[in-house]
């Protein structure tokens, strides 16, 4: 039995209908609805298997449950250059926020500034997936020890219509907020953002039960 059949033996109807209210930009036919314990419990049965190798270099997939998959396999990696050059194959056929979202190998921690080098390439992307999943990865790996005020600018930056690279910038700079906030505040006292980043970093930060409310107050006054 092929990963194809041990998904389609492991889909969920139910999930499958909630889950395309969430992720609008795929079909509901490319969805299974495997939960994401369940897939990260077949990637390590899977983890040193022939099927594995020969599923990563099977681009593009069908189903979202696929992607998600590979995504994880890719966490698995312990080398770091194999997992730059998975993820060059792999980046520019994401195509929802999901599997963009579920992975970050662990990989990358160990090196900071080679990850780094390798985030100021794709935050330059085209693709709309590849700029979320630098600023995403800014956002996971780069806000506490590792993090630099140029980090900041490179992120406010990015000028895109894209949805949803406004919403990973909105949540970036709402965290940076709470993680680092003297060198993110003037950022936001400028008002330099465009307009919904602004208010939906405003909002999200309102939201965050690491930001006091005396904060929380001071934020609305830079509205836009």
């Known amino acids: 039995?092929?990963?194809?059949?041990?998904?389609?033996?492991?889909?969920?109807?139910?999930?499958?209908?909630?889950?395309?209210?969430?992720?609008?930009?795929?079909?509901?036919?490319?969805?299974?609805?495997?939960?994401?314990?369940?897939?990260?419990?077949?990637?390590?049965?899977?983890?040193?298997?022939?099927?594995?190798?020969?599923?990563?270099?099977?681009?593009?997939?069908?189903?979202?449950?696929?992607?998600?998959?590979?995504?994880?396999?890719?966490?698995?990696?312990?080398?770091?250059?194999?997992?730059?050059?998975?993820?060059?194959?792999?980046?520019?056929?994401?195509?929802?926020?999901?599997?963009?979202?579920i992975f970050s190998p662990k990989i990358f921690k160990r090196y900071p500034q080679e990850t780094y080098q390798q985030?100021?390439?794709?935050?330059?992307?085209?693709?709309?997936?590849?700029?979320?999943?630098?600023?995403?990865l800014l956002l996971s790996n780069f806000l506490d020890q590792e993090f630099k005020p140029e980090m900041l600018d490179l992120v406010a930056k990015v000028r895109s219509e894209e949805y949803y690279i406004q919403m990973m910038q909105a949540r970036y700079f709402a965290t940076a907020l709470a993680k680092q906030y003297e060198a993110t505040i003037p950022l936001v006292e400028s008002k330099v953002l465009e307009p919904f980043i602004q208010n939906k970093t405003i909002q999200k930060a309102r939201e965050s039960r690491r930001i006091s409310a005396e904060t929380k107050e001071y934020l609305i006054q830079f509205k836009k």
Request: charged share 30%; net charge neutral; proline share 4%.
């Open 1 to 101: 039995m092929n990963i194809i059949q041990r998904l389609l033996e492991l889909r969920d109807e139910k999930n499958a209908k909630f889950n395309a209210r969430l992720i609008p930009t795929i079909e509901p036919k490319n969805i299974l609805g495997t939960k994401i314990p369940v897939l990260r419990k077949l990637a390590q049965e899977l983890k040193n298997s022939d099927e594995r190798s020969d599923f990563l270099s099977q681009l593009p997939h069908q189903y979202l449950e696929e992607n998600l998959l590979h995504g994880i396999f890719i966490e698995q990696e312990k080398d770091f250059g194999s997992v730059i050059s998975k993820l060059e194959q792999f980046l520019p056929f994401i195509d929802n926020w999901e599997v963009c979202d």
């Open 119 to 136: 985030i100021k390439i794709w935050i330059k992307s085209s693709h709309c997936y590849t700029v979320r999943y630098a600023i995403g």
